[in-house]
């Protein structure tokens, strides 16, 4: 299992710094870019896009006023975030593909829909659907090549 995504595998976390394209956009990072895709209102995606940080951009998504449909959409909307940011043929994909069959797993402190988080018993709880898309992400950059 590799998780969390930190140390030689931080390149897995939406909060590395490799910029990537989507929709027309640059974005610094695939949090960014995800958290854009919440506001329903582009001058709010601008505020965000401007973030210095990752963690920042974060923030600034839980603030805007969100677009109707997110809770539809924002699964498709990270699975595009993250085949922009594992482009086949690109040094992301080459990292990504390196982690084998490895089971990827977002540990963190509290998203447990996105990732995991440890509970009383030590045990990793949530649907780790990051993870869950990353290994899909690579099954595909996989079958490409």
């Given at each position: ?47 965000i896009e401007d973030s210095p940080t990752p963690g920042e951009a974060k923030r600034r998504g ?34 990504l593909l390196e982690t084998g069959d490895e089971m990827l797993v977002e540990v963190n402190w ?36």
């Open positions: 299992m590799i998780g969390p995504f930190r140390g030689r595998h931080h390149f897995l976390s939406n909060y590395y710094a490799e910029a990537l394209d989507l929709y027309g956009r640059r974005y610094p990072t695939a949090e960014h870019a995800y958290q854009c895709q919440k506001a329903r209102d582009a001058k709010e995606a601008l505020w839980r603030k805007v006023a969100m677009r109707p449909d997110w809770d539809t959409v924002r699964f498709q909307i990270m699975r595009e975030v993250l085949k922009a940011k594992f482009a086949p043929h690109s040094q992301m994909a080459v990292l509290g998203d447990r829909f996105w990732g995991q988080t440890m509970n009383a018993d030590y045990a990793l709880v949530g649907s780790n659907y990051l993870g869950r898309l990353l290994m899909e992400i690579r099954d595909g950059l996989r079958e490409a090549s």
